[in-house]
Nanobody, 123 residues
Framework: QVQLVESGGGLVQAGGSLRLSCAGS????????MAWYRQTPGKQRELVAAITSDGSSNYADSVKGRFTISRDNTKKTVYLRMNSLKPEDTAVYYC?????????????????WGQGTLVTVSS
């Protein structure tokens, strides 16, 4: 079974840093774009950062200069380094990836999501 498992969330004071990780597992053949989203109660999930398989990245304006997305293709893992955290960064963070995986003698595509990890930034 193909899945994404996140880790690294927690409680941090404003101005602090955290690093989130998200690892893919299962019969993964390849992973296209990997991304981090976040969601707070009553709001839509929003894109935080994304990175393509060749390393090109883009960021939400609200996190530019503070967050860095990276990936290790050999480990099927995407990271989000978050610096200078603000209380408004408090949210559940989800990773997302476009995964091609083997299923028997065929390949299938899955738009996969992690289970979410809570980041709380105190003022």
């Amino acid at each position: 079974q193909v899945q994404l498992v996140e880790s690294g969330g927690g409680l941090v004071q404003a101005g602090g840093s955290l690093r989130l990780s998200c690892a893919g597992s299962g019969n993964i053949f390849s992973i296209n774009t990997m991304a981090w989203y976040r969601q707070t109660p009553g709001k839509q999930r929003e894109l935080v950062a994304a990175i393509t398989s060749d390393g090109s990245s883009n960021y939400a304006d609200s996190v530019k200069g503070r967050f860095t997305i990276s990936r290790d293709n050999t480990k099927k893992t995407v990271y989000l380094r978050m610096n200078s955290l603000k209380p408004e960064d408090t949210a559940v963070y989800y990773c997302n990836a476009g995964i091609t995986y083997s299923s028997g003698v065929t390949f299938k595509f899955l738009d996969a999501w992690g289970q979410g990890t809570l980041v709380t930034v105190s003022s």
